[in-house]
């Protein structure tokens, strides 16, 4: 009994240090894209350059999501997201206000060519 006392705290006590290390603008990206994405690339809105792709070497495949981090110490509240598939095409939104959003769902209509994001 006091084994299990004893591990459940600790889990609670690694729990919450995770929670302690997690910035504001953490978000979950779904693609419902109809495409795989091969490059998310996520900025502040005030900077004029894109940071590195978060994806690395990995891609984000149809109806799959990933869950992107911020170190605790990033302040911005808006930001800018770009994804790209295979061949360049790319789609951009701009002044999300990730400190109030958990989850960002994109959608690609064939038809118009238009990308749109949801927020939760």
């Given at each position: 009994m006091r084994k299990t006392l004893l591990l459940l705290s600790m889990f609670f006590v690694l729990l919450a240090s995770a929670a302690a290390f997690a910035g504001a603008q953490d978000f979950v990206l779904v693609n419902k894209t109809g495409v795989e994405i091969n490059a998310v690339y996520v900025s502040p809105s005030k900077s004029n350059d894109w940071e590195e792709d978060i994806l690395g070497d990995d891609t984000?495949?149809?109806?799959?999501?990933?869950?992107?981090?911020?170190?605790?110490?990033?302040?911005?509240?808006?930001?800018?997201?770009?994804?790209?598939?295979?061949?360049?095409?790319?789609?951009?939104?701009?002044?999300?206000?990730?400190?109030?959003?958990?989850?960002?769902?994109?959608?690609?209509?064939?038809?118009?060519?238009?990308?749109?994001?949801?927020?939760k």
């Open positions: 984000l495949p149809d109806g799959e999501s990933v869950e992107i981090t911020f170190d605790r110490g990033e302040n911005a509240s808006m930001w800018d997201l770009r994804i790209e598939d295979s061949d360049g095409n790319s789609i951009e939104w701009e002044n999300i206000p990730l400190k109030k959003v958990s989850e960002v769902t994109l959608k690609y209509n064939k038809k118009t060519g238009e990308g749109t994001a949801s927020f």
